[in-house]
């Protein structure tokens, strides 16, 4: 009997953090959300257009025009994914230039390449398994860093930052389109219903998986808001940090510089 009580407050006072709307052992949280990703990667590309009804295209292409990337640039797409911003970061850097496409799930990984090579894809790019809050690269590594609804499902975001720092160039910039607070209260109780009802059924329609995307609409919920991302991207140490919604704030993209 003992020893059970033993166990339980162990578990008690294990740090926790959020998992969506569930408070879990932080230590447990990179495994829980690999699982999400590993179910959903198949789908990813269908459910992204299905979700936004094609609008992630536009957030894209605006993060894009955003980035100055230029000829000869190195860039790392962090949680890169599917290699959306890859391909066209691909056919900005040219023959002289490198893309990383970096994501911690082997599963979102091995799609992105299959993806990028059918498109013939594959002179200037390489593909890294990595941790957003170790990044495995050197100091002032990278002109550009971008990480596309990613950050969100990062277990310490404010170490993340950190680390995005450290292997950015001086002069370079990040990039970080999220999810994040809608601006007008209308538009946040109708996101709110169409998150909790519609992504769900989506995702078992067409994933076979409502978990999963109910998961992901809760994950946005807990995402700092516009003004807490931007400061914790000052703390990790970015100057001249600005922000521009889209979509009403459903969706920020936050840009800052290493100086």
Not at 242 to 259: D, P, S
Request: net charge positive; with cysteine.
């Amino acid at each position: 009997m003992s020893k059970r009580l033993d166990e339980e407050n162990s578990v008690n006072n294990q740090e926790t953090i959020d998992f969506g709307y569930k408070q879990i052992p932080k230590q447990e949280k990179e495994k829980r959300v690999a699982e999400v990703f590993h179910s959903v990667a198949d789908k990813y590309d269908v459910m992204n257009d299905l979700m936004s009804l094609g609008i992630h295209r536009l957030w894209k292409k605006i993060t894009i025009e955003y980035s100055g990337v230029r000829r000869g640039q190195t860039v790392l797409d962090l949680a890169g994914g599917t290699g959306d911003l890859t391909a066209k970061f691909s056919q900005l850097v040219g023959d002289e230039g490198l893309v990383v496409l970096a994501d911690i799930n082997e599963s979102m990984l091995k799609v992105g390449r299959d993806k990028l090579r059918d498109k013939g894809l594959f002179k200037n790019i390489e593909y890294v398994q990595a941790n957003a809050e170790a990044l495995p690269f050197a100091d002032n590594t990278f002109d550009c860093i971008t990480i596309s609804f990613g950050l969100r499902n990062v277990t310490n975001k404010q170490q993340a930052l950190s680390s995005m720092w450290r292997v950015l160039k001086p002069g370079g910039r990040l990039l970080i389109l999220e999810f994040s607070k809608p601006e007008y209260k209308l538009l946040s109780k109708a996101y709110d219903l169409y998150s909790f009802t519609m992504l769900p059924l989506m995702g078992k329609i067409v994933a076979n998986d409502s978990d999963s995307y109910r998961y992901l609409a809760e994950s946005i919920r807990m995402h700092p808001n516009q003004i807490k991302l931007k400061q914790m991207m000052e703390q990790a140490g970015f100057k001249d940090v600005q922000y521009h919604n889209m979509t009403g704030g459903i969706v920020a993209l936050h840009i800052g510089f290493k100086y």
